[in-house]
């Protein structure tokens, strides 16, 4: 059975900081697409970085660039996502989510079209 479980959400003043983890069970195999998502109150879910786990390839949406950092950790089948400059905008639950590599990294970010869900980690950014 496959489990993604995330942690490290909180509550953080603009600006700060946080290093969210999602942590992977289960999955057969080195060779997978991991991505991070958020969904934001009354908002629609949005992709905000996914990485391919086997050569570290990776897209970010727009608004993260030059804030977030995703990377693996293969030994510890888990996945950090790294949020500096933290903003309010920036509230939302985080989901993290699998996928088996067919298409380019960017279109699972995009498309959403992930295999296994986390249960996800609230992060709030007070301003």
């Known amino acids: 059975e496959v489990q993604l479980v995330e942690s490290g959400g909180g509550l953080v003043q603009a600006g700060g900081s946080l290093n969210l983890s999602c942590a992977a069970s289960g999955l057969n195999s080195a060779d997978y697409v991991i991505g991070w998502f958020r969904q934001a109150p009354g908002k629609e879910r949005e992709g905000v970085s996914c990485v391919g786990t086997s050569d570290g390839t990776s897209y970010y949406r727009d608004s993260v660039k030059g804030r977030f950092t995703i990377s693996v950790d293969n030994a510890k089948n888990t996945v950090y996502l790294q949020m500096n400059s933290l903003k309010p905008e920036d509230t939302a639950v985080y989901y993290c989510?699998?996928?088996?590599?067919?298409?380019?990294?960017?279109?699972?970010?995009?498309?959403?079209?992930?295999?296994?869900w986390g249960k996800g980690t609230l992060v709030t950014v007070s301003s």
């Open positions: 989510a699998a996928a088996r590599p067919i298409v380019a990294i960017w279109a699972y970010c995009v498309y959403f079209d992930m295999d296994y």
